[in-house]
């Protein structure tokens, strides 16, 4: 009988796809196996595309280890595909020149990118403080722990 290895595939995050098909989910198992792909345990509905899954939950591969015998055993594979929470604009800030002024990003990322950086100490954290002479738009891409990218904007207006 032959030596079958299924490693679940590692979340991502939507719009990207899993490939059930990878080698990377057979990954040590022997050659020569041959897989089919399923909805569900039973083995009723096929997987109309497995090499695009594009929401989360539990798909089947039914693997024949000796083709010979019709010898075959059913693995699971739980897929998880995330979503990043929406975008938002927040409220319109104002501040008078060169006068620091807290901004603040929503608090679920682990990593915080202001775009433009100018008039900013510091681009890359949740809170970074500003001081310019002009009027900014801030693009805030804030990363979360499945690497989802969720993009809010703020504008900061400085007074004359």
């Not at 809170?127 to 990218?149: H, K, M, W």
């Amino acid at each position: 009988e032959a030596n079958v290895t299924i490693t679940d595939p590692n979340p991502v995050c939507y719009p990207a796809v899993i490939d059930l098909t990878s080698g990377n989910i057979t990954k040590g198992s022997d050659t020569g196996i041959n897989i089919t792909y399923w909805k569900d345990s039973l083995l009723t509905k096929t997987l109309s595309n497995p090499s695009r899954i594009d929401s989360s939950g539990i798909f089947y591969l039914k693997i024949f280890t000796n083709a010979r015998c019709q010898i075959y055993k059913v693995y699971k594979v739980n897929v998880v595909i995330n979503k990043a929470a929406d975008g938002i604009r927040y409220a319109t800030m104002e501040t008078e020149k060169y006068k620091s002024l807290q901004l603040s990003a929503r608090n679920f990322g682990t990593v915080y990118t202001w775009y433009p950086s100018t008039g900013l100490n510091n681009s890359g954290i949740r809170e970074p403080l500003f001081s310019y002479d002009r009027d900014v738009n801030y693009t805030i891409n804030i990363q979360d722990a499945n690497g989802c990218i969720t993009t809010d904007s703020l504008l900061v207006k400085v007074k004359d």
